[in-house]
């Protein structure tokens, strides 16, 4: 009578049958008999193509599959929880909590893969990339202008 299962083997003892199955997040694989993780934005499966449950902020889809939303990425944290992350600021489209693919409209992609407002526009109270006024080369709101493209001066 099995009475502990081995948890580095993502198993977890279901009572009162006293059997070892899946962790929530995992599948048990037919042919290898071991525990196979769901795809992205599952929290639990009974194959690698079936999701029963999505994880938190992810939606299902009529395939049994789960996507994160815009702005979120699939990870799982140090104890196991498996959840959408929020993108860093500005990204649309990312794979970690660190760099972006894709950023919301009106910003561009650095080189550091992060999302910036690119020159002669500003970031509104909304959190928009919006342009600056004509003749303007840096401004922090529409109604000023810190820097003008030259020949034009600031006065």
Do not use: W
């Amino acid at each position: 009578m099995c009475l502990k299962c081995d948890s580095t083997l993502n198993r977890v003892i279901k009572l009162p049958e006293h059997i070892c199955n899946c962790v929530d997040g995992f599948y048990e694989d037919p042919t290898s008999k071991t525990c196979r993780a769901c795809s992205s934005g599952c929290a639990k499966c009974s194959s690698p193509t079936q999701c029963n449950t999505c994880v938190a902020q992810a939606n299902g889809n009529l395939n049994g599959q789960c996507t994160c939303e815009t702005g979120t990425f699939f990870t799982i944290s140090n104890n196991g929880v498996r959840f959408c992350q929020k993108c860093i600021r500005y990204c649309d489209k990312c794979a970690n909590a660190l760099s972006c693919s894709t950023c919301q409209s009106g910003f561009v992609l650095s080189a550091d893969n992060t999302c910036v407002c690119p020159l002669r526009n500003f970031i509104n109270p909304a959190g928009q990339c919006v342009p600056c006024r004509t003749g303007c080369e840096i401004c922090l709101t529409d109604r000023t202008c810190n820097k003008c493209v030259a020949p034009l001066v600031v006065q």
